[in-house]
């Protein structure tokens, strides 16, 4: 079997200290933020590495399903505002991927902005890579939850995180 990835980004107007704190494991805010989408996180561990996290996703496309990832954070470096996580179970793909890490990483792009740059490697257990399309919409789903921390941000600039 042959391990693929794909790499995606999107600009976001909050400054990459702000987002990163906003979007870390340890933060409560992703349930306010992304209202809606994300139903609750839990967190086994202080947030670091070896830390399980479990998020339930709300999927409005099917009737407002509840569907849950679990993930394990397998390398954090907070100064480089970069996690890697291993999908342990869940998510739609759960059943054709034998193994998926997920990257992000928040970089500082001028004043009051910053940019998100995500990496997703896996490997399917047939061997095949993605559809493009599929890709697409893994990445969307990824970076839709940045553009709601985004939005939750702007529109609450005295919120602490």
Not at 29 to 47: H, Q, R, S, T
Not at 125 to 136: C, F
Not at 147 to 154: G, N
């Amino acid at each position: 079997m042959v391990a693929c990835s794909f790499t995606d980004e999107c600009a976001v107007a909050v400054p990459a200290e702000r987002l990163w704190k906003a979007m870390s494991v340890k933060s409560s805010l992703l349930p306010k933020a992304c209202a809606g989408y994300i139903d609750a996180v839990e967190v086994e561990g202080d947030g670091g590495i070896g830390s399980i996290t479990t998020v339930k996703f709300i999927n409005p496309a099917v009737g407002g399903e509840v569907m849950t990832v679990k993930t394990r954070v397998v390398a954090l470096d907070d100064a480089a505002r970069v996690i890697r996580s291993e999908v342990l179970e869940g998510g739609k793909l759960s059943a054709g991927i034998k193994s998926q890490v997920n990257e992000l990483k928040v970089e500082a792009a001028g004043e009051g902005a910053s940019v998100v740059k995500i990496k997703v490697e896996y490997e399917r257990l047939d061997g095949a890579a993605l559809s493009p399309e599929h890709q697409a919409k893994m990445a969307q789903s990824m970076l839709g939850a940045v553009k709601k921390v985004e939005a939750y941000l702007a529109a609450n600039p005295d919120e602490v995180v």
